[in-house]
């Protein structure tokens, strides 16, 4: 098991690799603030990561396709051995009902193999888990019990190649014959195939089907159907056909496959029959009046893969950082403050922006997932589940897992930047990390349709505001809209900045780490965007066309809403962890917290300027500000990674290992000998400047210049005396080193 107190010790062997620095203000309690960060299942995190660093379970760079394969199904069968995939299943067959547990646990093994996470995140998230929450008490005592084995694999077929994100849309059709009391489940053309599903192009022996239901003439829509596919020498049975999906850009220990039936019949009793049902005569009934109504609740019932995409996302985001900052805090690039010692990469200021801004963004969404994780754990656990509680879990974790996958490859990517060639290296896990987790953004539903979702949920709560409003009450808030508008247009908000701040950095920097102004900032931008295009739609045509034109019009407006209103939630989820912190670490946390809101706030300062929410000098105290939060981050960046608790058996990246301190440290001790010896060339700069004699070195096949030419150099100021400061580990670096020759 990963031990958890070595954490401190991790962070002083790294930070003594690199210059050792004075302490700004605060001391992070790296073994408070990891725990923390493990959340309430600290436990099955923890479990999770000694798996991670069990070399069975660990992904092996150069296997062919057919290799990968076959490695994740094995390291599938370990995880039953191991008793790790019971824990969400039901406790009278064997499982521990514990869901939140279940996902905080199966997100960390994205560490080992993103390809194990995933597979086994269709076998139990969605397979097993169609059956446990689609399923009623028949279906849970025949089907799960040889899913929990793995002794029978199986798809999730619910995405067609001709619909992905628009499930409601499929056109596989399921009809019940009342002569037979069967299904007769069809995909009547190409485009309805099932298509890009995890275990279907080898492994899988059964499937979870999703199918419109049909019965006495009337589309009831989407059901889910226990549909059989392969025999046991796995080949397909009568009416079923499928391809394999082949090689893929990442996630290949997985046989993504597509599915294909012609006129299947299964038993009218395989209808995961929850939320409705067909009786022997063709009759269908449900407990849920509503079409609408009853298709989102069966679809949110499957919201746990958003759930655990959100986490995994994090865990990749933290595992980049890690390695990456290591390396920086011991990589040396460029000798432009000292002529004996090259300057420390994460000491350039552009160094840092890189990394500790997207830092920044990985605490806050580790907290902004324990709140998911938990509103999920009690709405499946039974202890929070109404219609509200399930409306909000849908809304966050599709927020959340949008903004988080986006931001994992973001990092992702500017982690392998900011480690040079050697983030290049396979061996160094960034590239493949990077290729696994590219297909998470589109994973359980494309995240800017996730986004549309989260803005029509905001568009619905701002409506509801008014239902019942009297007209006084509407007068009164048209009237305060009207004000904010024209306030912004004359410029009184920012003139009043102007005035407070009496164009002084030093005090418009105060008053933009304050959390109430962070807060109000990043909360007004909601609301404003929001509720313009509320008053915009509010006269929207009746005529559907129309009526969907003028949506369409908004399309980018609503998700840039969306992604604002995510943005509040990472923000309030960090602001709570860090009031709770110890004295000191939260110290240095709220200079995590402040660096958070500030760099989104600066990613969106048009908005902010183009209306009156900023004035021009406080937007540009917002850059100077960051400036100065990474200086103040710079000492405690290796205890900030620390506190993720990943070791070197997790990262398993050489980069991060420490050896490159100590080629650092082989390199310096050679040239410090030599000159220790004497016997350190001279530069030939040097040699000409104290040789008085000395030509310039005139060129092979150039001219000589004239004495009077040698005049003018010898007169002209020197580069060597232009100081110049680093700032960057590449263009700006380079140019300084230059400068300094």
């Given amino acids: 098991m990963a031990d958890r107190t070595s954490a401190p010790a991790r962070a002083d062997r790294h930070r003594a690799s690199a210059e050792t620095r004075p302490r700004l203000q605060g001391q992070v309690d790296v073994e408070w603030l990891g725990r923390d960060l493990l959340g309430t299942w600290a436990e099955r995190r923890l479990a999770a990561r000694a798996k991670v660093a069990d070399p069975r379970y ?17 390291q599938m069968r370990q995880l039953v051995d191991d008793g790790a995939v019971l824990a969400a299943f039901p406790s009278h067959l064997g499982g521990q009902d514990d869901h939140g547990g279940n996902i905080a646990g199966f997100e960390e093994l994205v560490l080992a193999d993103p390809s194990l996470q995933i597979k086994s995140g269709v076998q139990y998230g969605l397979f097993g888990a169609a059956v446990l929450h689609l399923g009623t008490q028949h279906h849970h005592d025949t089907f799960l019990p040889p899913i929990m084995r793995l002794d029978v694999p199986g798809a999730f077929a619910m995405t067609e190649t001709g619909h992905g994100s628009d499930v409601a849309s499929i056109a596989t059709t399921a009809t019940y014959d009342e002569a037979t009391e069967e299904f007769v489940i069809h995909t009547p053309f190409r485009g309805a195939w099932k298509d890009y599903l995890g275990n279907a192009a080898l492994h899988g022996k059964h499937a979870v089907v999703f199918a419109k239901l049909i019965t006495k003439g009337v589309d009831h829509g989407v059901h889910a159907f226990y549909t059989p596919l392969r025999d046991d020498e796995g080949s397909f049975l009568p009416g079923i056909g499928g391809e394999d999906d082949g090689y893929k850009g990442g996630l290949n220990g997985i046989d993504n496959g597509r599915l294909h039936f012609t006129h299947v019949r299964v038993p009218r009793t395989n209808l995961l029959n929850r939320y409705g049902d067909v009786a022997p005569d063709g009759t269908y009934s449900s407990p849920i009046a509503s079409p609408g109504r009853r298709f989102f609740t069966m679809i949110g019932t499957l919201v746990q893969g958003r759930v655990s995409l959100d986490g995994a996302a994090v865990v990749a985001q933290e595992a980049a950082l890690a390695i990456a900052i290591r390396y920086g805090a011991e990589r040396r690039q460029f000798n432009a403050s000292s002529e004996t010692q090259e300057e420390v990469l994460l000491d350039y200021r552009r160094h840092q922006r890189r990394l500790f801004t997207r830092l920044a963004k990985a605490y806050a969404q580790r907290y902004a997932h324990e709140i998911l994780l938990a509103k999920f754990d009690g709405v499946f656990s039974g202890r929070s589940d109404t219609p509200e509680e399930r409306e909000d879990l849908e809304t966050l974790a599709a927020g959340l897992k949008a903004l988080s996958t986006w ?144 949506f369409n019009d908004e399309q980018h407006e609503l998700i840039e809403a969306a992604r604002a209103w995510v943005e509040l939630q990472q923000y309030d989820a960090l602001a709570a962890a860090v009031e709770r912190m110890p004295e000191a670490t939260r110290k240095v946390m709220t200079h995590v917290r402040d ?99 000395a030509q310039p070195i005139v060129e092979a096949g150039a001219a000589p210049l004239p004495p009077s030419a040698f005049d003018s150099a010898a007169s002209a100021p020197s580069v060597d005396s232009v100081e110049t400061v680093p700032t960057d580990a590449s263009a700006d670096a380079e140019e300084a080193h230059v400068a300094t020759r």
């Avoid at 660990?58 to 094995?74: C, F, K, P, S, Y």
């Avoid at 983030?423 to 995240?447: K, M, P």
């Avoid at 920012?494 to 900032?521: E, F, G």
Wanted: hydrophobic share 45%; net charge neutral.
């Fill in 407 to 550: 931001q994992a490859l973001d990092t992702l990517q500017e982690a392998r930047e900011a480690c040079g060639g050697a983030g290049f290296l396979g061996e160094n896990r960034l590239v493949q990390l990077r290729a696994d987790l590219d297909v998470y953004v589109t994973f359980e539903g494309d995240n800017t349709v996730l986004l549309q979702l989260v803005g029509k949920r905001l568009l619905g709560d701002f409506s509801k505001q008014f239902k019942g409003a009297s007209k006084a009450d509407i007068a009164r808030f048209a009237a305060d809209q009207l004000f904010d508008r024209a306030t912004a247009l004359v410029g009184l908000r920012t003139l009043s900045q102007d005035v407070r701040d009496l164009r002084n950095v030093k005090k418009s920097s105060i008053a933009l780490r304050d959390r109430d102004v962070q807060r109000d900032l990043l909360e007004d931008r909601v609301e404003t965007m929001v509720a313009d295009i509320a008053g915009r739609l509010r006269h929207a045509p009746k005529d559907q066309a129309q009526a969907a034109a003028a």
């Fill in 595 to 693: 660096l958070f809101a500030l760099t989104i706030i600066e990613e969106h300062a048009a908005w902010h300027l183009e209306h009156g929410r900023l004035s021009g000098a406080r937007s540009k105290a917002v850059t100077s500000t960051i400036e100065r939060l990474l200086q103040k981050l710079r000492p405690h960046a290796l205890d900030l990674v620390a506190a993720f608790g990943l070791g070197d058996e997790h990262l398993r990246a050489r980069i991060a290992s420490g050896a490159e301190g100590a080629r650092q440290a082989e390199a310096m001790a050679h040239y410090a000998a030599l000159r220790a010896a004497g016997e350190l060339p001279v530069p030939e700069k040097r040699a000409r400047a104290t040789d008085p004699d």
């Fill in 58 to 74: 660990q992904r092996i760079d150069d296997l062919t396709v057919a290799e990968h394969r076959e490695r994740v199904l094995g």
